[in-house]
């Protein structure tokens, strides 16, 4: 579902909500629910904030963000885009798995050297206050 730049320029981020509500055949107070918001919010409200938004975009993964946000492009994604998106996000993710196992090791490295350095105080401590006592 495309839009015309007219129809870019005539609705807002809550309109596009209520329009891909529409498209969902779902109803607004189950919208809300799905996303933790009121109904009441998404029709009184000119703006939505970037919480609800992030939750619109967790729950519905086919809605088109650059649509939702702008109203350019297609409301949702195209199959070949989703499946490269989740090739992406596999490859972004196995490299962020990486770096947290990186990061798991440095944090044990740094633990055993902040151990060393406590005990080093330690006999420090002791051992000033063994020459104080002279």
Known sequence: MENTDLDNMLYTTVDRVKQFIKFKKISL??????????????????SLGSDKLESILVNYPELNPVWLLTGKGNMLFDQADALTDTLQQGSALAVLQEQLQLLKALNQSLLAHLADKERLIKILEDENKRLQAL
């Open 29 to 46: 107070r189950k919208f809300a629910e799905i996303i933790g918001a009121s109904h009441s919010l998404i029709n009184n409200t000119k």
